[in-house]
């Protein structure tokens, strides 16, 4: 283990935690201004992933795919706010979790009979399907840089939106204290469905960058939906700032544990002992960091609500 | 009103807004009341009537029926009752069921010895985990014990004893004693329906105990019972180490019913389609789990005949229970007075 190879899962780690901060930044905020638990925003991911895997591989444009996918999604997204999810805002988180598994299995389906059973192979976009040379002894894949690059720039994007535009500062009145700000003549309704749609685009952003390094299946929505709860969880409620931090530090612990924890343990337990424990604490490693801050932090490292 | 993790003020809201009348139980109050023994006499009866309408295959689906309906109700008791919204609970069904594969490994043979086993590790694992996770709140709680049910998903995945991804094969039943023929499917039906039966009439005696009700107070208000003294957090623990050791039962008795047990009965859907079923039945009422059960594992089965697109209608059937009978289906069954049901 040499410093290169650490050096290249720490950008594995990054690239990851930035993929999941795009799906956590709607989940966060849908969660921290409406008070909903949408546990459909899987879904949109979902989504977002096969059209850009169809569009690219019909056009052979990746940045064609990636946009009619977030636009499709936004659209898919819109729908479902105005026909169920507009009417749960209100309701208990359990009643919000019975109605978004529902929706959950229709998308199943509906992904089902649209694109078929097997997993959609979907292929790095030519112009960067080689290694870069970042610095001597460690080539690295061009794509994973674009997926960095794409995840720091929206994360900065969603940053400035949040915290200088006139509509970030509802969104924020919004994630702190609901009520006050519709007191304050803040139109709700129209925040609610803006704040919806991003979190779709973004889910959608992120489906479809992580097209073609992961496999585009039924399922790959409630696969990525736990990590990104996670995070959500670590970062506070309704925190965007707190949903970038726990994102990074959830991609990092995932991604070095899965890389450092099985060589470590070979080298200190018998071999048999280790090939069973090894991968355990790896897939472990990000519920223990999220019990551990729950337990010294129970309402995660950023709390946004006052 | 069930209200698990929410605010005072929404509880206000649904008060006002859902309190449909109870029609059946108006109409025939004897008919229900007699209920749940009628259906015990029929489900008692069916595999010796199954043969005769060529429904054999339909005993094995009831015996599923039952034992989901046993986990179900496991958790229906610390939802409904206790006001506690975990979504982890298949995480102790598999518990149960891989301490059912830990000692067939170890050579033992016996249903009563493995079952038990089951019902004392799940029970432990729950009290364990429900002490660290029952000082949160809300949706924390759903989160820290989704998370503790992730761990011990992936705690079974890495088992490469008992087979890790691929699971264990339980090729020869269980031995139940002298009397009983453990490797006779009926003799498997009667034995889960009776402790279907026994778990159901202790989940009814306890919801009306003093346990029952101070679970009930612990729900709606439990800053007022901690400043009556009820030592608030033994009871929920207590609540949660109990549910978790009927469902690690339920756990063992699934073992033996598929004789295969595997890391995907403790995925995390699992534990949200028990949540689904319990609520989708009727939260916090005692018939709530095994209807809302017996509902969705037979549409379930019914629609896998005829379309290989059997989800989108259950979920579609999810859809219309939250926005036109958030009640559940037993509140069907209530009689008015309140009796009929739990609370």
């Known amino acids: 283990m040499d410093a290169i190879f650490v050096f290249e899962q720490l950008l594995n780690g990054l690239g990851y935690g930035l993929m999941l901060f795009l799906i956590a930044a709607g989940l966060t905020l849908v969660f921290g ?64 979790v019975l109605a978004t598994f529902g929706i959950i299995l229709i998308a199943d389906d509906a992904v089902k009979a649209i694109w078929g059973v097997a997993p959609l192979m979907a292929s790095t976009p030519a112009a960067l399907a080689g290694p870069v040379q970042l610095i001597d002894g460690l080539p690295y894949p061009a794509y994973r840089l674009l997926l960095i690059g794409a995840g720091l720039l929206v994360a900065l994007g969603l940053y400035l939106l949040v915290s200088r535009t006139r509509v970030g500062m509802l969104v924020r009145a919004g994630a702190s204290n609901r009520q006050m700000a519709e007191y304050m003549g803040v139109r709700v309704g129209g925040v609610f469905a803006f704040v919806f749609a991003l979190g779709a685009a973004l889910a959608a952003l992120a489906g479809a960058l992580m097209a073609p390094i992961s496999a585009v299946q039924i399922g790959m929505g409630e696969a990525i939906l736990i990590p990104a709860l996670v995070v959500i969880v670590i970062g506070g409620i309704g925190s965007i700032r707190g949903a970038f931090v726990a994102a990074l530090l959830v991609g990092l612990v995932d991604t070095a544990g899965r890389a450092f924890l099985p060589p470590a343990l070979r080298a200190v337990l018998p071999p048999s002992v280790a090939a069973d424990l090894g991968p355990a604490l790896a897939g472990i490693a990000m519920y223990v960091l999220m019990a551990a801050v729950l337990t010294l932090k129970p309402a995660g490292l950023f709390p946004a609500r006052a | 009103m069930a209200n698990p993790v929410s605010d005072p003020s929404r509880a206000t809201v649904q008060t006002a807004a859902a309190h449909p009348q109870p029609r059946l139980a108006v109409r025939f109050p004897g008919l229900v009341r007699r209920l749940p023994w ?211 039962l339920a756990g063992g008795l699934l073992a033996s019913h598929n004789a295969f047990v595997s890391p995907a009965i403790m995925h995390w859907t699992q534990s949200a389609l028990l949540l689904v079923m319990v609520m989708l039945g ?43 009978a958030p009640q559940g289906l037993a509140a069907l069954f209530e009689r008015r007075d309140g009796h009929g049901g739990a609370r």
Not at chain 1, 53 to 58: F, G, P, S, T
């Open chain 1, 33 to 96: 201004i409406m008070d909903t638990m949408n546990l459909a925003h899987g879904s949109l991911y979902m989504a977002g992933a096969y059209v850009a895997a169809r569009v690219h591989e019909a056009s052979a444009s990746f940045a064609l795919a990636v946009l009619v996918a977030v636009l499709v999604t936004v659209a898919v997204a819109a729908l479902l706010e105005v026909l169920v999810v507009r009417h749960l805002y209100r309701r208990d988180h359990l009643v919000q």
């Open chain 2, 282 to 324: 009727g939260l916090g009422r005692r018939w709530g789990a095994p209807l809302g059960v017996a509902l969705w594992l037979t549409l379930e089965e019914m629609l896998k005949l005829y379309t290989d697109y059997w989800h989108w209608p259950l979920g579609l059937l999810l859809l219309l229970v939250v926005f036109r």
């Open chain 2, 38 to 248: 009628l259906v015990l006499a029929v489900l008692a009866l069916f595999p010796l009537l199954a043969p005769l309408g060529g429904l054999e295959y339909y005993v094995g689906f009831v015996r599923r029926l039952l034992i989901v309906a046993i986990a179900a109700a496991s958790l229906n008791f610390i939802l409904g009752y206790g006001g506690m919204a975990a979504l982890g609970h298949a995480g102790f069904v598999g518990v149960g069921a891989y301490t059912v594969v830990a000692l067939v490994d170890a050579g033992f043979s016996s249903a009563w010895l493995a079952w038990g086993a089951a019902l004392l590790a799940a029970g432990l694992c729950a009290a364990l985990i429900g002490a660290v996770s029952l000082r949160t709140r809300g949706v924390y709680f759903i989160m820290i014990t989704l998370a503790f049910a992730q761990m011990l998903y992936y705690l079974a995945v890495s088992l490469r004893t008992y087979g890790g991804d691929d699971g264990y094969g339980l090729y020869t039943p269980l031995a139940m004693g002298a009397w009983l023929d453990g490797a006779h499917p009926d003799v498997f039906y009667w034995v889960v329906l009776g402790i279907a039966a026994l778990v159901f009439a202790a989940f009814g005696r306890v919801a009306h105990s003093r346990f029952g009700y101070a679970l009930r107070g612990i729900r709606d208000n439990e800053t007022r019972m901690a400043a009556l003294g009820y030592p608030v957090y033994r009871l929920k623990l207590a609540g949660f180490a109990a549910a978790g050791a009927v469902a690690g």
